[in-house]
């Protein structure tokens, strides 16, 4: 299959049940937002399959240590993560909880005035709440 070297890559063994994540995740035209739970609804709906939420989270976090999966957090208890891996903006609907991609055309420039030594600005991506 297409995605055991991902998986591989990744530091895992390319299970049936990974194999479909990753299904899931990458077969897809579109780039789309998730939490681990949104996953599991999506994995469940898609291929009529339940994986555990131990399997999943491990899966994502293990993509995204990698680099295939960005993760986005949103306060101390809410992470969402993001197959589109570039650098780009996002807003957050306070009221229906998702993230709408924002365009870097959309956002004016923005001037990072503090440095700190010994350190580089490798992105910059704002997250813009939004609410009713």
Do not use: W
């Not at 390319?14 to 998730?34: A, G, N, S, W």
């Not at 009221?95 to 420039?109: A, C, F, Q, T, Y």
């Not at 350190?119 to 704002?126: A, F, L, N, P, T």
């Amino acid at each position: 299959m297409k995605y055991i070297e991902k998986l591989r890559n990744s530091g895992l063994r390319p299970t049936k049940q990974r194999l479909q994540i990753c299904e899931v995740l990458f077969d897809t035209e579109k780039t789309f937002h998730f939490t681990i739970n949104d996953l599991a609804k999506k994995i469940e709906n898609q291929l009529n399959n339940k994986i555990s939420l131990a399997t999943i989270y491990n899966t994502v976090h293990a993509f995204e240590k990698k680099g295939y999966v960005k993760q986005i957090p949103i306060n101390s208890s809410q992470t969402y993560f993001d197959t589109n891996i570039s650098d780009h903006h996002h807003f957050y609907d306070l009221n229906e909880r998702r993230l709408i991609d924002l365009e870097n055309s959309d956002v004016g420039p923005i001037k990072i005035l503090k440095k700190i030594n010994g350190k580089k600005v490798k992105s910059i991506e704002v997250l813009v709440k939004i609410e009713d």
